[in-house]
């Protein structure tokens, strides 16, 4: 006889799962660790698009003056639009739990419900965690411009395709490089050895004053080159990042890192102050109740996520391309 109270345990079970599948989604990669670390995982009410201000723009409403100088020049270009902002599209992202019907008769008991559904949503979040990290290395063009920004849609001198790093318009965030130079990532693209003397420069060329690269994410290829480069003494770790279960090594204060999918032969400088995943408040990995379909014998359960990853400065990330061991 099926257990009648089948759909509450699944519902309920589900609705306490929720908030641990996100953890262990973002905890799967370093790259999904690192967006969700630090305050880089914010949330929106709504809109049409997800509007992020603009940090690399100079302000012309600043200047010296003396005594009883007109300050109306300072006043109008404060009120003009030398202050522009990104924009960028809503992206979706589902994940399916699938339960058959002769899976449900096999589990009728409450303990065999829940380990079942624990089974189920443990290789939907390792499904989830993988296919995203890979989505977030890419440009945003992929499944017809459905997929969500990425590192290789931001982290560029060019404009990006049609897709997750656009709002309908041209270029990231509906900025367009050929009449806004300033919104331009740092890329050196010489074939070569890695070298500690190009990692500084590229460092270097994306920082201004204070303002650093807090993370380097590159192959796991690039990242045993870098830790034969250094000295036994100054292979220094960050603690935090090895307490979230990641290897990784220093280089001038920001953490250094390989993941999975980092494309060959790229390094990246990643600055968090100005990269943004942004997701919705009401549809953030949000689970629907199982529904029992008409045409097959299963219930299925949506894991629904609405977001996009997005940059308010754009100068102050960069990237090696091309480096060899």
């Known amino acids: 006889m099926a257990n009648p109270n089948f759909d ?22 370093p790259l999904m660790y690192w967006l969700q670390e630090g305050g880089r995982l914010d949330k929106e009410d709504g809109g049409n698009k997800l509007i992020v201000p603009v940090m690399g723009v100079k302000s012309t409403a600043v200047g010296s003056y003396a005594d009883y100088d007109s300050l109306s020049s300072f006043v109008t270009n ?24 002769m899976e449900e008769a096999k589990n009728n008991g409450v303990s ?21 990290n890979q989505m977030f290395f890419l440009d945003g063009t992929g499944n017809s411009g459905k997929d969500w920004c ?5 982290v560029s001198a ?49 920082s201004k004053g204070n303002d650093h690269p807090d993370l380097m994410l590159t192959t796991q290829t690039l990242f045993e080159k870098y830790e034969g480069l250094l000295q036994p003494q100054a ?18 204060g920001g953490v250094v890192m390989f993941d999975l999918y980092a494309q060959a032969g790229v390094w990246y400088y990643l600055n968090s102050k100005y990269l943004s995943l942004l997701g919705h408040t009401q549809t953030w990995f949000r689970n629907t109740p199982f529904i029992k379909r008409h045409d097959v014998d299963a219930r299925y359960s949506q894991i ?19 480096k060899t061991a």
């Open 78 to 101: 404060a009120q003009s639009t030398d202050f522009t902002a990104a924009e960028y599209a809503w992206r979706q992202y589902v994940g399916i739990v699938a339960i058959s019907g």
């Open 150 to 154: 990425g590192l290789a849609g931001i």
């Open 112 to 132: 065999q419900v829940i380990r079942l559904l624990d089974a189920k949503v443990q290789h939907a979040e390792l499904s989830i965690a993988e296919a995203m």
């Open 158 to 206: 060019a404009d990006p395709g049609a897709g997750g790093c656009t709002a309908g318009g041209t270029g990231l965030g509906n900025i367009a490089v050929g009449t806004n130079t300033w919104w331009v990532s740092y890329v050196e693209a010489t074939a070569e050895a890695l070298t500690l003397s190009r990692l500084t420069t590229g460092y270097n060329s994306v």
């Open 235 to 252: 292979r220094y770790t960050d603690m935090k990042t090895a307490d979230g279960g990641f290897q990784n090594l220093l280089f001038k």
């Open 8 to 29: 509450t345990i699944l519902s309920t079970t589900m609705n306490k799962y929720r908030r641990k599948l996100e953890d262990n989604i973002f905890r799967a990669n």
């Open 304 to 322: 629904l996520t609405y977001g996009n990853l997005t940059t308010s400065n754009r100068a102050r990330q960069g990237k090696l391309t091309g």
